[in-house]
């Protein structure tokens, strides 16, 4: 059987104004408001609606199986006007499957379950097709000056939790997320997260029970992992700071610590050089560190997430360009050979300047991964287009001590492009994408 595959991926969006991420909300000064009935209440708060439109399809080399799929999806959101510093914020949204193949049914030949379309839906219920809906936000916010705390159902944009919004909604989780923005140089953001409703489910888990829904992989000992609904944890705790010592130079220095389980640190650092108003030259550097914590998740390490007395460490690095137009940047990534990077998928993308859309590293160690981007913008700012070429240099297929998810070698290149209507249809978006990945070497 033949591995090389092509992946084609129409994207269509339709996207209306939306409520801002739960933690970047700036209060507003409620002085300036005159409340005197609940209608003015209703009138004065921030109201949002979303729509999306999403075709998907894969076409496999040879006789693969191919899919398609078609969702339509809606939701509408409240983000109440400030009394005394507290907001509250809510939230749904519904999709429907308009049509597609059937998802649930695995490939004949390979044995393998679809991987992309069912995305758009719910992949714990690959026959669901209708009963698609989330209360997504539901969240009470106080903020004092320029300093904030928010808890319930949010959405959170870090490097170990984010929203990886590739398909109909983006992973969303509840926490506690404080915000100490009032000093000029540096900010603190720091979070306490207990449950997880990943990208591509319809409900909210606990966070140990959110690990593993997307699929577990095998263990370092080429056996399948088991570690779904085995992991002892009380949460992942993470926290943030980030500071700007000069004008055109930032630190951001994160750590996330998955109690039981693992603890990961990762410094960045970002530059950029003006030399005059066209033309801006930006690098950036990432390091990364991870380690078991105690027994990894399990004392029992045929059930644990990451092997007792293990460690990860990436490099990330960036250089770029960016003019009027133009914005060209070439990236590359070496995760050692140390272990595996571990971060449960199912709460978001990898953090690497190498990420490209359609596929991760995670999961993998001794991973050597080379990418360049080149984007356009138009004069108007209505359109913008990318081409991306990487080339990803992975562990042997059967090296199970550092490829847990069996992945080859490849090259893979995307084209996207999105457009943004104006006046009359302001507020509506169309994005197309478009993959081809192509397996390297015979491993």
Request: with cysteine; hydrophobic share 35%.
């Amino acid at each position: 059987m033949k591995t090389r595959f092509l992946l084609a991926i129409p994207l269509l969006f339709m996207h209306f104004f939306s409520l801002a991420h739960t933690h970047e909300i700036e209060s507003d000064d409620c002085s300036k408001m005159k409340i005197n009935s609940i209608e003015d209440f209703a009138k004065q708060s921030k109201w949002s609606m979303h729509s999306r439109s999403y075709f998907m399809c894969t076409i496999n080399e040879g006789a693969l199986k191919d899919d398609y799929a078609f969702a339509q999806g809606a939701g509408i959101g409240l983000l109440t006007v400030p009394v005394k510093g507290f907001q509250l914020g809510v939230a749904g949204y519904f999709i429907f499957n308009i049509v597609s193949s059937d998802l649930s049914k695995p490939d004949v030949l390979s044995g393998g379950n679809n991987r992309y379309e069912i995305g758009q839906f719910d992949v714990t219920n690959p026959k669901n097709k209708h009963d698609l809906d989330r209360l997504e936000d539901l969240f009470l916010k106080y903020s004092y000056r320029k300093n904030s705390i928010t808890i319930g159902r949010m959405e959170l944009n870090t490097p170990f939790m984010n929203l990886q919004d590739g398909r109909m909604r983006p992973t969303l989780e509840e926490a506690v997320w404080i915000n100490i923005n009032q000093f000029k140089k540096i900010k603190f953001n720091g979070a306490y997260v207990w449950g997880v409703s990943p990208r591509s489910t319809i409900q909210f888990y606990n966070l140990k029970s959110s690990v593993g829904l997307y699929g577990q992989g095998i263990n370092e000992y080429g056996a399948k992992s088991n570690y779904f609904n085995n992991i002892a944890s009380k949460g992942f705790y993470m926290g943030n700071i980030n500071i700007k010592p000069f004008k055109k130079i930032e630190i951001n220095l994160w750590n996330g610590f998955f109690e039981n389980v693992s603890n990961t640190a990762l410094v960045e650092l970002k530059n950029e050089i003006t030399k005059n108003e066209d033309v801006k030259y930006y690098q950036g550097l990432m390091y990364l560190r991870q380690d078991a914590v105690n027994n990894g998740g399990n004392t029992n390490q045929s059930q644990t997430y990451m092997s007792k007395g293990t460690q990860a460490n990436v490099v990330s690095t960036r250089l770029g360009v960016k003019r009027k137009r133009f914005d060209i940047n070439i990236n590359y990534t070496h995760i050692t050979g140390d272990s595996r990077y571990l971060m449960p998928r199912e709460w978001g993308r990898d953090p690497f300047y190498t990420f490209m859309a359609r596929e991760r590293n995670e999961g993998a160690g001794n991973v050597h991964a080379m990418n360049t981007n080149i984007s356009y913008t138009s004069k108007n700012q209505n359109l913008k287009s990318t081409l991306a070429y990487g080339y990803y240099k992975m562990p042997a297929v059967n090296d199970a001590r550092l490829n847990k998810y069996g992945m080859p070698s490849y090259h893979q290149i995307n084209l996207s492009s999105t457009y943004i209507f104006k006046n009359f249809w302001k507020g509506l978006e169309l994005r197309f994408l478009k993959k081809k990945k192509i397996k390297s070497g015979n491993d």
